[in-house]
């Protein structure tokens, strides 16, 4: 069976292992307030260039969205979102369920800009409807495309003059600085964010996300906020000695390169087979448009996951790439695709 | 530097180490729908005797707690718990996040009895009060004491006589199940509890507690409540392949005997040399009670924590063993205790 | 200055005056737990034909919704509402500030239909996302417009059928229940729904809406889900008082009668003027489609919302007639606006 | 029947129904937005000696403790009160289902101190705990106590030392500032506290609190909280029209001294008899001590509620004095309880 389901399908990179098996019996204090994390915020002040910002390490990525969300916010403050976003659409509310609305803004390829936030903006004016306080958005996005960074920028700069925070989920943060053109770094999401993730599930670790909170204003008691929530793992140090690791030699970066290369092989190839893409998506998630029928046969082949259905007739499916895709893989799956689109 | 200052200093025991290591990569759905977990829960249920038990597996203690009572409760609904509770202390108020109040009542060795949960229930008697509707208890409790099979029957005969849920927190059951004399197993708690936990992060897992639902009442949609607080974990399979490993061979039980021994070596050669234990703790956290200078000085070559000042002069410390603690470590810090109360 | 704002822009109707004057140092027990709370809701009962629903007194919308909604569901299970409903748009969150999404669904007309709700249930499809649990409509709906019984018996049947609760906001249930054609009464809301409400505040009383907890299921501890919500009145026989007034001889009816005339005449003269009416709404609120000069002029002489922008050079301005409004205010108020639209 | 239940069981003084009845048909915006309200905030403003505080206007007791503790805190941020307190006893975890602890201290007159509140502050010291950061207190208290100037200075100044905010809930303020040696007056609680309420419910109103915000920090979107938690009444300007009648020619104070005289009446009268106060209560609540056939006994001409059992054959009563009680109303209680006791 070929696995295009998701990039967190297996465990970790070998050197991410190699990590936790050889700091495995050294003792040190719980709940993150270790050497292995210290240094894992260190790096990741320093990849920054944001020796201010306070970086927390939590198990996943609902959490983490939780749980600074929650932090950041007062109950009556409103999330705005892409309509595909994470939090807004899988994650079981889970921003609400610590009192904030999200606002849901259209969005065909997944991106926000500030022409689409400013109607939100418009029709919340009185105390009768919840205060929009906090952007999020994701990069990649839920469909794979890229934010650039003359983007970003000019989101930043409508939050800071509408007083609005900037909140940037990087689940696929690798992904994102590493796609073809891509022009943004770990220091222009310090720049241009208030607060955001750098994920290490999907790119190479057993779990983890890093999260960098850069405005010092949402420093204050932040680990309280995670303590109540159930956030700070007990064995805090395997989450920094994961992201020293994954951190060391570029390796976050090569993971998610490696991952993009793969997806782009696989677009290249749909292209040639002359099927086509719901999404314009650089980045390690595919999105082709197939047959029913078509999409229905490759189940026997391959893992994936449906997107949604584009009209009675056809389907969009979702195949994402890893550090563990092999272009032996892809080669298959296209070469299985091939015989489908073809029959 | 001595290490006594917790059960979760350290990483994982080698053989489950060894089963991540193995599996790791082996491709699986995420988010605990995977063929490790199932057969985990498995073994849980057979172990329990409960073949219709649902089995959870989260990441933590506090999040379990928070998950499980969060889950089960109305926001009205109040837990009636020992005023030592670590839902109660150390949770940073992670149930009342969820609307909930804890009513505690007075437990000298940290045990619950039906005569301490009695008057809770005279008292609120009213919609002008809270509703009492879960007895949160813990095995072993916070201040190491054990509940015997017969004084958890008489409390989950109250419970079931007064309309109240029985919940287990089990951070530490392989401890109970194993102290001399201890007289509960796995299906015990399955006969006598709605729901309860079986420790992982404490006895010989990276991380990891198995949530065991019995009462079939609690079990609709749990895991929606898991995803909403962002408590599935991505790589659910984690959980599973270190649950099988530990809970393999009897390892589970044979980790917690070893702690428990090496606490009893302790325990035995404090009583040698004089020093009171401030409660009658036969499980592997030990509490005894020393001079400010001598607990002063201890500080500097064993690393513990202080549970509270008993006087002006005299101070009560935590001292806790795990399965890798050694005869060699515990009788090195007997050696210098030694010292300390002799000077 | 005319008053067309709202319906609550007044005192109460002089019969619930009277009531409270003739009642007022009578001591009673407080919390609702008397004499006059008792009556109010035994004839509740008896004009739903609903002996055993139960009956609770709150003072305002927004509490009676937030209330209701949070003690019926759990975190995870959200609202579905048409896209204009109060609790999405002018409550502040209130809903989710309990944890609930609120899933809205587009509706022109302000009303649900089956076919509207079904992609709802069609998308929800396992724990990654909340759970659809409840359907919140209102009659009349925030657009005027009015659910006949077959419409909501459609309504009814399928939330039946999909394990779905069923809860109207009777905010102005009068109106809707007095409208021309209007063929509903109290019973069949007692039939239909899970919950309602009937709405004093906008109908003659100076606050209260009851509320009526037709299914046995979601009865249990509802008075200590308001009583936590801070929502039990400490004087509640004020809201037994004015009930029972309000539903003596009809008075209840007969108010929002006088006040769905006054609408009607002021659509006729409207109609007559060939001004458009952006909602097909045959109840208390009317919304014409005025040009911005002439809705900005009429500002001078006429307190009303605006609705919402049609075009760059057209408005939708809300009017509303309460029990207290006079054929002359409405003439009046036609004579100004034939003025500005035969400009 | 007499009533010495409570302070609430009649409607509102005739000074306070006649404004309602004279505005009654005057038509205003609604939520609180009308002049009636502005010119109660400003009279309030006027008395506090206190031109930059916000007066919002809220219906019940439990309603604006739960909202303004809710606004004032971040989840994890808990509140000291004294064990008697109401929120901690007779709200039904209305703070908590907001997310915060309520953190209780000894207080066997009702009373907080510095030294009682010190150890919280000791005991709390990392985010394993909660964070204490709002001192609760109410005056009266709820055994009828009294702070002085001097007690609430000294707490005022400790919580200004240790950041934390204090809040007085003066549902019974009225009585606090004009029993007998009473060295309080508004602009007093503006001075030592950050926020705190003037009761009307208790003192001659239908329903109504007043908050006063003095600190600025926790002004901002106080509003929007109130709606999120559907506390802004639609017509709010019942509220501002009660309070403008009840703050003019010093009523409130004269009726709290009314109620006062009547209490002192009656514990005179106890202390001629020889019957016990359980507490030094010098305020509109009495509570004696009987023997619990004496107290049973006057359940049969009397209306009162039952404190606590003192032993097993005493039973501690609470009598509560209104501003409707008469001197003869309290001389025929006095003359039943002299029966009773000399039976």
Not at 82 to 111: S, Y
């Amino acid at each position: 069976m070929l696995q295009f389901r998701n990039d967190y399908s297996e465990g970790a990179h070998p050197k991410v292992l190699d990590a936790l098996l050889s700091t495995n019996l050294q003792k040190t204090p719980g709940y993150g307030i270790d050497p292995f994390c210290a240094a894992a915020a260190n790096t990741i002040r320093s990849l920054c260039g944001a020796p201010g910002a306070q970086v927390h390490f939590l198990v996943g990525g609902t959490q983490v969205n939780k749980v600074a969300l929650g932090a950041f916010l007062r109950p009556y403050e409103a999330v705005i979102a892409p309509e595909t976003a994470h939090i807004a659409t899988h994650e079981t509310g889970a921003i609400e369920q610590d009192g904030h609305e999200i606002l849901t803004v259209p969005a065909p390829d997944g991106k926000l800009t500030p022409a689409a936030i400013q109607p939100v903006l418009d029709i919340h004016n009185s105390e009768h409807m919840v205060l929009p306080r906090l952007v999020y958005l994701s990069n990649t996005t839920e469909v794979g495309t890229v934010y650039s960074r003359a983007e970003l920028a000019a989101i930043s700069q409508f939050c800071r003059a509408n007083d609005l925070l900037l909140y940037c989920d990087g689940a696929r943060l690798g992904s994102a600085m590493t796609v073809e053109g891509a022009d943004t770094t770990f220091s222009d999401y310090a720049a241009l964010c208030d607060a955001f993730t750098i994920g290490g599930t999907k790119n190479g670790l057993l779990f983890g996300e890093a999260l960098v909170v850069v405005n010092p204003a949402l420093q204050p008691h932040f680990r309280y906020a995670m303590k109540q929530q159930g956030a700070i793992l007990a064995k805090g140090r395997l989450l920094g000695v994961q992201f020293a690791a994954i951190l060391q030699d570029d390796l976050y970066c090569t993971l998610a390169r490696h991952a993009n290369a793969m997806a782009k092989r696989l677009r290249n190839g749909l292209q040639e087979l002359g099927v086509p893409l719901a999404y314009p998506s650089p980045s390690n998630q595919v999105f082709p448009v197939l047959t029913r029928e078509a999409a229905h046969a490759l189940e026997n082949i391959c893992a994936f996951e449906v997107q949604h259905e584009v009209d009675e007739t056809h389907r969009c499916i979702r195949l994402v790439t890893s550090w563990t895709t092999t272009a032996e893989e892809v080669d298959a799956l296209l070469s299985h695709i091939k015989e489908e689109v073809q029959r």
